[in-house]
C-alpha cells in the first residue's frame, strides 16, 4: 500500500532561498499540468512497435506515440541506469553529480588494465530534483518502482518526492519479479503476484486518491526490463508460440570487441516482460481518460540505456540496427526510444529527429508547467518546449563519459556527438573511432584514418568539455596482472 513516509532532507538555506523559493503559484484545478513520466529500465531504442520492433507487441505505448511526439534521437546520459537516473532528476550532466557508473559498480581488480575512478554512491542531497521543485510550487509528488540512487537516507523521500513505492538502493528487483519479494519499501498483496501489476495498482490508487485541486507529478520507474529476466506468465506463452512459428534456428551473434551481440529479437520471456510494462502504460492512460485528466496531463515515456545485448554470450534482445547496448557508448547503448505527449502542444503522431538528451526533461518539464526556468540547476539541460510546438533545432554537442569496467564488457572510455560526427575514445584499448551518423547510424564504418582533421577537432573538443566539468579519468593500473599471466 502506499508508503507515507515523510522523511525530508535538511537542504541548506541559501539553497532554498536561493534556487528555490519562489511566490507560490495559485493554480485552479482547471489550469492546472500534471505529469506521468514512464521510466522503463533497460529498454532498448528498438523494443517497441513504434520503433520498429516486429517480435514485441506494444499496442498501448504505440497509442501513445500516436497521440504525442516521437523523438528518434532520444539519448540517455549514461549507457548505465544510476547516471541517467541522476540526470533526469537533476537536469545535470552524471559527471557534475559524480554518478558515473551504476550504484555501487565493479570494485577495481588486478585483472583490468586500468583502475577506473571511484564515484558517489548516491545522489547527494544538496542536488535539487525535479520533484523539489515542483513540491515546493504545491505539486503532489509520487514514485513508484526502481530508484537506485544510494541507501536508506537518501531515497525518494529524501529527495522530493511524497511517495515511495518499491524505491530502494537496488537496481534489480528484491527477491525477483514474483511476490514473495524482499523489497523494503513494497509490500506483496498476495502470493505469486507480479511485480509490475503491484506497481501499477499502486500508481492507479494515487490517481484516485490524490487531492483532486493538486496538480501532481507521477513518477513510474519499473524494474521491468532488467535482469533477472522472468516471464510474464500472463502473456508469455503467446510470444514462445510466435517464436516457434518464425525462427527455425538459434539467434546468431556478432563479435563486439570481447563481447557478442545478440542480432534478433526472439527471446519469448523477454517479450512477455515488455508486454507487461505496455499493459501497464494502457492502465494509466485509461485511468487519466476515467478521470478527466487526459487533456491537462503530460506523459513522458523514455528509458534508462540501451538494451542489453551485448555480453560474453549474446544478450536478451537486439538493438539492431544499432549498434551494441546497453554498458556501451555505442548508440545501441545510449540511444532510447522516447516519446513525450503535452496536450495541446505537441501534434498527434509527430516525429522529431532532432538529438535531445535525458537531461532536458527537468528544465522541458518546467516550461510545461508554466514555471520559470531554473538555469542554475538544470545547468546541462535544454528546454524542449518549441522542439514539442514543432519547431527546427539548434545545434548542440552532447557528451558522454563512462571511464568505467562494466559486466557487457565495456571498458573505460568516453564520447561525443557533434552533429552528425560520433566520436569514441576507448582508455583502455588506447584507440578512437569516428562515425558520421547520417549515412552511418549503425557506427560499422570507423573513418577515424580517412578524417584526421575531423578527428583532432573532435578529440579536442571532448577533452576541454572534460577539463571543464573535471571528469575523472582512468589511470593505468600498476598491479595489472594480464589473464594467465
Known amino acids: 500500500m502506499i508508503d507515507q513516509m515523510k522523511t525530508k532532507h535538511i537542504v541548506s538555506t541559501f539553497l532554498l532561498a536561493v534556487l528555490l523559493v519562489v511566490s507560490p503559484r495559485q493554480l485552479s484545478s482547471a489550469e492546472q499540468t500534471n505529469f506521468v513520466f514512464f521510466l522503463v529500465d533497460d529498454l532498448g531504442w528498438a523494443d517497441l512497435g513504434c520503433f520498429g520492433s516486429r517480435f514485441y507487441e506494444t499496442p498501448n ?16 546520459a549514461c549507457p548505465v541506469c544510476s547516471p541517467t537516473r541522476a540526470s533526469i532528476m537533476t537536469g545535470r550532466h552524471p559527471v557534475r553529480v559524480n554518478i558515473t557508473d551504476w550504484i555501487p559498480g565493479q570494485g577495481n581488480s588486478n585483472r583490468n588494465k586500468m583502475l577506473h575512478p571511484e564515484d558517489r554512491n548516491n545522489l547527494a542531497l544538496e542536488e535539487v530534483t525535479i520533484a523539489e521543485v515542483l513540491k515546493q510550487q504545491g505539486y503532489q509528488t509520487f514514485f513508484a518502482g526502481k530508484w537506485h540512487l544510494g541507501n536508506k537516507g537518501h531515497w525518494p523521500t529524501d529527495q522530493g518526492f511524497d511517495f515511495n513505492i518499491g524505491g530502494n538502493s537496488k537496481g534489480s528487483p528484491p527477491g525477483g519479479y514474483y511476490a514473495p519479494w524482499t523489497n523494503p519499501t513494497l509490500k506483496a498483496e498476495q502470493e505469486g503476484e507480479y511485480l509490475t501489476e503491484r506497481l501499477t495498482a499502486e500508481s492507479l490508487m494515487f490517481l484516485k486518491q490524490r487531492d483532486p485541486e493538486r496538480p501532481f507529478l507521477l513518477y513510474l520507474s519499473y524494474y521491468n526490463v532488467h535482469t533477472p529476466i522472468q516471464a510474464y506468465k500472463k502473456r508469455v506463452e503467446h510470444y514462445r508460440q510466435q517464436a516457434e512459428k518464425l525462427f527455425k534456428a538459434p539467434s546468431p551473434a556478432i563479435p563486439e570487441h570481447e ?10 520471456a523477454y517479450a512477455s516482460m515488455i508486454a507487461a510494462v505496455d499493459d501497464s502504460v494502457g492502465a494509466l492512460l485509461a485511468m487519466l481518460d476515467e478521470l478527466n485528466l487526459d487533456e491537462n496531463t503530460v506523459v513522458i515515456f523514455f528509458s534508462d540505456n540501451g538494451g542489453l545485448c551485448t555480453l560474453r554470450r549474446p544478450g536478451p534482445t537486439s538493438n539492431l540496427p544499432l549498434r551494441s547496448g546497453k554498458g556501451w557508448l555505442y548508440e545501441g547503448g545510449v540511444r532510447e526510444p522516447t516519446i513525450i505527449r503535452a496536450p495541446g502542444v505537441t501534434n498527434p503522431g509527430s516525429v522529431c529527429d532532432a538529438p535531445i538528451v535525458s537531461m532536458d526533461f527537468f528544465p522541458t518539464m518546467l516550461a510545461l508547467a508554466g514555471l520559470k526556468q531554473r538555469p542554475r540547476l538544470h545547468v546541462d539541460g535544454e ?22 569496467y562494466h559486466g557487457s564488457t565495456w571498458k573505460p572510455g568516453a564520447s561525443m556527438r557533434d552533429g552528425d560526427w560520433k566520436l569514441i575514445e576507448f582508455y583502455h584499448y588506447d584507440q578512437v573511432e569516428l562515425y558520421n551518423l547520417a549515412v552511418d547510424p549503425g557506427e560499422r564504418n570507423n573513418l577515424a584514418e580517412k578524417q584526421p582533421d575531423k578527428l583532432k577537432q573532435l578529440r579536442a573538443k571532448l577533452t576541454a568539455w572534460q577539463k571543464k566539468l573535471g571528469a575523472k579519468m582512468p589511470v593505468p593500473n600498476p598491479d595489472y596482472q594480464p589473464a594467465g599471466g
Do not use: C
Not at 63 to 74: H, N
Open 61 to 76: 505505448i504505440d497509442r501513445l506515440a500516436k497521440s504525442g511526439m516521437r523523438f528518434t534521437q532520444g539519448y540517455a
Open 259 to 268: 563481447g557478442v551481440s545478440r542480432t534478433r529479437q526472439d527471446n519469448a
Open 383 to 404: 528546454n524542449l518546449l518549441p522542439l514539442l510546438k514543432g519547431a527546427e533545432a539548434a545545434p548542440r554537442t552532447l557528451y558522454w563519459h563512462y571511464p568505467h
